[in-house]
T-cell receptor, first 114, second 112 residues
């Protein structure tokens, strides 16, 4: 069966510090991978998605970046965090030809920027 | 931009009552998913519906996809405290090339 892991589970970082969040998927090959941010009252915002190693598409302009160094690894990064980067970050995976296929979510990372 | 409106935004009822939450759009979706999310955790998939008029049951939960594939409802019978959570619907446009559109969710609280 497939499983998805995210770490860390929680993170408190000062403004201006770097960020690295990691997501890994087990039990499937060549998944589509996604990063979302969930803010209170605003729903899920798609940040990045990837259909393969080294292939990243950005949905919104921001100071975040994503990378996919391995088939089942997806990393969310920032060089300098802003207060507005606080939120709940979710990684998800799907299989299939399109991004509209059913997505399965990881446990999330709660990021607080102070 | 496709929008999914979920209603109500908040619902608090007593254990044992029935309830229905709605997910509406002016866009047609090729499929629609319902998720439940508990505080501090990721959303968990409950069901995917793909055919207009489709009804799926998951124990006390009944999901219906509208005939025109623009809306969906989730009905819970005899709600229990364990049903408490944020219910999210997400729709996919034809071919899935545009990804999933998520509603903002319905916060459901079942009081014992």
């Amino acid at each position: 069966s497939q499983t998805i892991h995210q770490w860390p589970a929680t993170l408190v970082q000062p403004v201006g510090s770097p960020l690295s969040l990691e997501c890994t998927v087990e039990g499937t090959s060549n998944p589509n991978l996604y990063w979302y941010r969930q803010a209170a009252g605003r729903g899920l915002q798609l940040l990045f998605y990837s259909v393969g190693i080294g292939q990243i598409s950005s949905e919104v302009p921001q100071n975040l970046s994503a990378s996919r160094p391995q088939d089942r690894q997806f990393i969310l990064s920032s060089k300098k965090l802003l207060l507005s980067d606080s939120g709940f970050y979710l990684c998800a995976w799907s299989v299939g030809a399109g991004r509209g296929d059913t997505q399965y979510f990881g446990p999330g990372t709660r990021l607080t920027v102070l | 931009t496709q929008l999914l409106e979920q209603s109500p935004q908040f619902l608090s009822i007593q254990e044992g009552e029935n309830l229905t939450v709605y997910c509406n759009s002016s866009s047609v979706f090729s499929s629609l998913q319902w998720y439940r999310q508990e505080p501090g955790e990721g959303p968990v998939l409950l069901v995917t519906v793909v055919t207009g008029g489709e009804v799926k049951k998951l124990k006390r939960l009944t999901f219906q996809f509208g005939d025109a594939r623009k809306d969906s409802s989730l009905h819970i019978t005899a709600a229990q405290p364990g049903d408490t959570g944020l219910y999210l619907c997400a729709g996919a446009t034809g071919g899935g090339a545009d990804g999933l559109t998520f509603g903002k969710g319905t916060h459901l609280i079942i009081q014992p």
